[in-house]
């Protein structure tokens, strides 16, 4: 079992910046690959960042690639998202998300423990 807790998120103006951070707790968090997803109002959940397990490969979802980073330590069972150059269309609640395995994954379905997420506002 992993308990997640998202934090970081706020309100922005278009062009800034937020680091949101993921701590895991309970299983050994070295043994999983990370997400983060977001889910904006009337949409559904899209993929936007993963890291694999331990080699710290990653994978970015179009809309974001060049302007967020996603990055891990394990020695602190932290998971972070770096977003820069932010616009008002990156509004939604942003979730971290935990998948047994090395490898990582762009679907949903392919994780296995989910965070309750937090808000991040971009004002035009």
């Known amino acids: 079992q992993v308990q997640l807790v998202e934090s970081g998120g706020g309100l922005v103006q278009a062009g800034g910046s937020l680091r949101l951070s993921c701590a895991a707790s309970?299983?050994?968090?070295?043994?999983?690959?990370m997400g983060w997803f977001r889910q904006a109002p009337g949409k559904g959940r899209e993929f936007v960042a993963a890291?694999?397990?331990?080699?710290?490969?990653?994978y970015y979802a179009d809309s974001v690639k060049g302007r967020f980073t996603i990055s891990r330590d394990n020695a602190k069972n932290t998971v972070y998202l770096q977003m820069n150059r932010l616009v008002p269309e990156d509004t939604a609640v942003y979730y971290c998300?935990?998948?047994?395995?090395?490898?990582?994954?762009?679907?949903?379905?392919?994780?296995?423990?989910w965070g309750q997420g937090t808000q991040v506002t971009v004002s035009s």
């Open positions: 309970g299983r050994t968090f070295s043994s999983s690959a």
């Open positions: 998300a935990a998948k047994d395995g090395a490898a990582m994954s762009v679907a949903m379905a392919g994780y296995d423990y």
């Open positions: 890291i694999s397990r331990s080699v710290g490969r990653t």
